[in-house]
């Protein structure tokens, strides 16, 4: 076991140079963590809001889940969202496949090949998840890069009246549909934001580790800003969404096999690139509750 100073030295963090994103390295995710490495990772998620840890390919389902544990429970994947192969009924319950992969006709993950928007993971619920870990098992050539946007920064610029104008003001977050725009099951479909169901959260909120102020966007359909005329609502989530989603707020992972992305959900959005159906991509992802 190493000791504390040097299980601090084996790790590098190399800073992305964009306004969030570093790489993890000097690290085997296979091995047990000291304390002295769990802090250092914790550190630097607390400071970049997305880590990625090349070379990982070697890992297995267990040791994700186990080094994703070590920042919070895990919540149980999707049982509804999409249809399992009899080849993976097997999977660890918190373990959720990204593919656009079938066999035998049925889709052996979530998502498939299409783009997925801005957004942030499951902010129509209450209590959203903490963060997430997705590791790359298959990549198509070019496509499904992974884009990242941090709402620490996009709130610090935003101008002083439009900061005073937001401050008290709640939106209601859209549970009808799923990232890839695909409608949930046991839902309407809904055109009019005022009908939107799904939990209510400020637009401005502090973060639970650092009480800094960020937004909470979730995503844009079928938001909808309560006390405000449609018209008033529509127009300030557009201005604040354009805001937000500049390129200068973030940074893109393209992926590579074996990378580990692990993103802080609660300060930051993502979107995701589509690509050739005829090529494979697939994930697998552990999602860590704010609990």
């Known amino acids: ?16 140079g964009k306004a969030l994103g570093a790489d993890i390295r000097g ?31 070697h890992i297995t389902m267990a040791h994700q889940s186990a080094f994703s544990s070590y920042f919070g429970a895990l919540d149980k ?15 660890p319950s918190e373990i959720t496949v990204i593919s656009n992969v079938q066999i035998g006709g ?51 610029t935003l101008p002083t009246d439009l900061k005073k104008r937001i401050q008290g003001l709640s939106c209601v977050h ?15 479909d809904n055109t009019d934001p005022r009908q939107t169901v799904g939990a209510v ?14 937004l909470m966007l979730g995503r844009r359909r079928n938001a909808y800003i309560k006390g405000l005329s449609l018209e008033e609502s529509e127009a300030l989530l557009d201005q604040l969404w354009a805001h937000a989603t500049q390129e200068r707020f973030t940074w893109t992972q ?11 959900n609660s300060c930051t959005l993502h979107k995701r690139d589509s690509f050739d159906p005829s090529t494979r991509r697939l994930m697998l992802r552990t999602q860590i509750a704010s609990r």
């Open 27 to 57: 690290i085997d995710l296979a091995q047990p963590l000291s304390e002295a490495q769990i802090t250092t990772i914790r550190e630097a998620w607390q400071q970049h809001l997305v880590l990625r840890f090349p070379n990982q390919n």
């Open 174 to 188: 859209d549970a009808s549909r799923n990232s890839a725009g695909e409608l949930r099951l046991g839902f309407v």
């Open 106 to 156: 049925k889709p052996m993950g979530a998502l498939g090949d299409g783009e997925a928007v801005w957004h942030a993971d499951m902010t129509y619920n209450e209590i959203p998840p903490k963060g997430a870990c997705l590791l790359a098992k298959e990549v198509p050539p070019t496509g499904g890069n992974t884009h990242f946007a941090n709402m620490f920064a996009a709130y610090e």
């Open 77 to 91: 994947r999707p049982t509804a969202s999409y249809a399992m192969s009899k080849e993976h009924d097997e999977l």
């Open 201 to 214: 959260h400020p637009l401005v909120v502090a973060h639970a580790q650092t009480g800094l102020p960020c």
């Open 1 to 16: 076991m190493l000791t504390t100073a040097e299980a601090i030295r084996t790790i590098q963090v190399i800073p992305s």
């Open 254 to 264: 393209v992926w590579t096999v074996g990378d580990m992305v692990m993103w802080d």
